[in-house]
């Protein structure tokens, strides 16, 4: 069945870092239903198999294909790497995933060194290494796995004591490596990039793909003549299965969106 230009985007994640990419869909497709789903009870997804997270995927997927989304976005890189494939094979949707802002940070880098921060789940992906692969000509990258800093922000902890010290931890490697351009490799880290800033010297420039997927993701709408043509601001509804009872709280303070789209529906599985 066909989906209809007035049917909602959904978009995903293993926990609250996506906000990061709803945000910069939300500004570039003011006029479109949004739904979120956070699989927060599941996160982070660094650590867990393909088998496992491509599960979690299709859980997702089969409760926004219920509501009758016309498009999902997977906000998520570890989970993108680990199951689009199946996804795309399951679904007769658009399908956007996400990946490491690896050819942008190229174009930008001046010395030719790199540096990448994600999770372990997105470094030792395949899909991750046929993209260094690809852009490795006569870029030297440098990949630093960040265990902990999902947690961190799943607790809406975006400037404390201890997350700056791990944040040092996985910065100061890279520095030392005169790295002048700075992949965030999650999407969670998105959150971080002022606290990043803090720790780096102002001239290393620091990347993500939040703005890209949304550009394209309205790219792809317009192909399929799926745009919504509403002259009124859409709704974005908010589903987590958090059992952090500071869930709806997180989430608030992260969208710091206009109070009148926000819709928190609290649990859905």
């Known amino acids: 069945m066909t989906p209809s230009q007035n049917n909602p985007i959904g978009v995903i994640d293993s926990g609250v870092g996506?906000?990061?990419?709803?945000?910069?869909?939300?500004?570039?497709?003011p006029y479109e239903k949004l739904?979120?789903?956070?699989?927060?009870?599941?996160?982070?997804?660094?650590?867990?198999?393909?088998?496992?997270?491509?599960?979690?995927?299709?859980?997702?997927?089969?409760?926004l294909n219920k509501i009758k989304v016309k498009s999902i976005v997977v906000a998520c890189n570890t989970a993108t790497a680990a199951s689009i494939g199946t996804l795309r094979n399951q679904f007769n949707f658009p399908i956007v995933g996400m990946e490491p802002a690896v050819k942008p940070a190229s174009l930008l880098s001046k010395?030719?060194?790199?540096?990448?921060?994600?999770?372990?789940?997105?470094?030792?992906?395949?899909?991750?290494a046929a993209l260094l692969e690809h852009h490795a000509n006569d870029i030297h990258f440098i990949t630093q796995p960040c265990f902990?800093?999902?947690?961190?922000?799943?607790?809406?902890?975006?400037?404390?004591?201890?997350?700056?010290?791990?944040?040092?931890?996985?910065?100061?490697?890279?520095?030392?490596?005169?790295?002048?351009?700075?992949?965030?490799?999650?999407?969670h880290y998105s959150f971080l990039k002022p606290a990043i800033q803090n720790l780096m010297p102002s001239y290393i420039n620091i990347v993500d793909t939040?703005?890209?997927?949304?550009?394209?993701?309205?790219?792809?709408?317009?192909?399929?003549?799926?745009?919504?043509?509403?002259?009124?601001?859409?709704?974005?509804?908010?589903?987590t299965n958090s059992l952090d009872q500071n869930a709806d709280k997180v989430i608030t303070s992260l969208w710091g969106g206009d109070p009148i789209s926000f819709n928190y529906k609290g649990l859905w599985i």
């Open 111 to 128: 010395n030719r060194v790199v540096g990448i921060l994600a999770t372990s789940g997105t470094l030792l992906s395949a899909k991750f």
């Open 35 to 63: 739904i979120y789903v956070a699989d927060s009870k599941y996160a982070p997804y660094g650590e867990k198999s393909s088998e496992d997270i491509t599960h979690r995927m299709l859980t997702i997927f089969e409760f």
């Open 148 to 187: 902990g800093l999902v947690e961190l922000v799943e607790q809406g902890d975006l400037e404390s004591v201890k997350l700056t010290t791990l944040l040092k931890k996985y910065i100061d490697p890279l520095l030392k490596e005169n790295i002048d351009t700075l992949v965030l490799g999650c999407t």
């Open 18 to 29: 996506g906000i990061s990419v709803l945000k910069s869909i939300r500004k570039y497709l």
């Open 210 to 239: 939040g703005d890209a997927v949304a550009v394209y993701l309205k790219h792809v709408l317009i192909e399929k003549n799926l745009l919504n043509h509403d002259i009124l601001p859409g709704i974005t509804d908010f589903w």
